[in-house]
């Protein structure tokens, strides 16, 4: 698999959907992962629809999968790539929220790096026929740091590129990302690409990390849910402040490319913790924010954004 210097929309469960990503994508994400979907439901219970939904607008995109078992894990994984033709499928082994641990998947898995070899192995082996490649996502470790060791498994089990966010399971979203680790994972892989994840805060990072660890991609997850436009930011080499206008316009474009595969008030519930991130250093920002939270309906929540804007575009910034 061919990755240079690109930068991608990292997967984030409750915000890359379908209407995000392509938005993103527009605004110049060179790639884009769907959320992680745990490979049980789909192949028991068909349960991905959703979550799986996106149109060629968002390739090239990689369908993340999560779970214990690697059989399983093959099988969700062919499903996945028959019936939506993915350019890659993701194994997700960084994410350790209770439910995926409880479950033994997952970051869990940072544990038995032998075990996460197996799964990659299962389903490079299941995928052959279809010639889709099968990537990773993991992190330093689950207590520890035990990159070498996991890094070894997968390369074995012929992965075809690693996405790496430098924190150990245990340490959630706390400390900071150590990209050293990253340019040390990077002369592990060989030629295979490392795309590395964690705490890229602005454009002018991006370059810096490309530049400080040699990787093949950076991953921008939560710096994309507030301002989107960092992609746009990368490749004209300049700060972008939109107006507020701008932001809401971007809500309702992101709403209604949401209703094509939502039903309409899970869209408008779901994009609420978007919002009030896109309205960061607004002026007047917490009342912006009041008014779209006690929004109780679809309706309630457009008039009150159609508001919002014509305010700010008559002046009110
Ligand atoms: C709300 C949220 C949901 C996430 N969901 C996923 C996920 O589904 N799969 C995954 O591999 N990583 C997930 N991550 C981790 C991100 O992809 C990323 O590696 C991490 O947030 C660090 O990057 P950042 O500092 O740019 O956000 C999630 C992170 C956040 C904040």
Redesign the pocket.
Same mark, same amino acid.
């Given at each position: 698999m061919k990755v240079e210097r690109e930068v991608i929309l990292?997967? #984030?469960?409750?915000?890359?959907h379908s209407a995000f990503r392509r938005l993103c994508r527009e605004l110049g994400a060179d790639r884009t992962?769907s959320?992680?979907m745990n490979a049980t439901g789909i192949i028991h219970r068909g349960e991905e629809v959703e979550l799986a939904y996106f149109t060629d607008l968002e390739r090239p995109i990689h369908l993340?999968l999560y779970g214990r078992n690697p059989e399983e894990i093959a099988a969700a994984a062919v499903k996945m790539v028959e019936k939506y033709r993915p350019e890659a499928i993701?194994i997700?082994f960084?994410?350790s929220v209770k439910k995926v641990l409880k479950a033994k998947a997952a970051g869990y898995l940072l544990q038995f790096p032998e075990e996460m070899g197996r799964i990659v192995e299962e389903t490079v082996k299941a995928l052959k026929p279809y010639n889709t490649p099968v990537t990773a996502?993991i992190r330093l470790g689950f207590y520890e740091d035990t990159l070498e060791e996991i890094a070894e498994n997968l390369l074995k089990a012929g992965v075809s590129a690693i996405?790496l966010?430098p924190r150990t399971a245990k340490q959630g979203?706390s400390g900071s990302?150590n990209w050293e680790r990253v340019k040390d994972l990077k002369r592990i892989a060989g030629s295979v690409p490392v795309i590395g994840?964690?705490?890229?805060r602005n454009w002018r990072e991006i370059d810096q990390k490309f530049e400080e660890t040699g990787c093949d991609g950076v #991953?921008?997850?939560?710096?994309?849910v507030s301002n989107p436009w960092i992609f746009k930011e990368y490749r004209e080499k300049r700060d972008y402040n939109p107006s507020v206008p701008e932001r809401v316009d971007f809500i309702l474009r992101e709403l209604s490319l949401m209703w094509e595969f939502f039903p309409k008030e899970k869209a408008c519930k779901a994009i609420k913790a978007q919002i009030s991130q896109i309205f960061k250093g607004i002026r007047g920002k917490a009342k912006l924010n009041d008014a779209v939270m006690r929004s109780k309906s679809c309706e309630e929540l457009l008039e009150n954004l159609n508001r919002i804007k014509l305010e700010y575009s008559a002046g009110g910034e």
């Open positions: 990292a997967p #984030m469960a409750g915000y890359t992962y959320e992680l993340q993701d997700n960084g994410c996502k996405a966010h979203f990302a994840s964690g705490d890229v #991953m921008i997850g939560r710096a994309a």
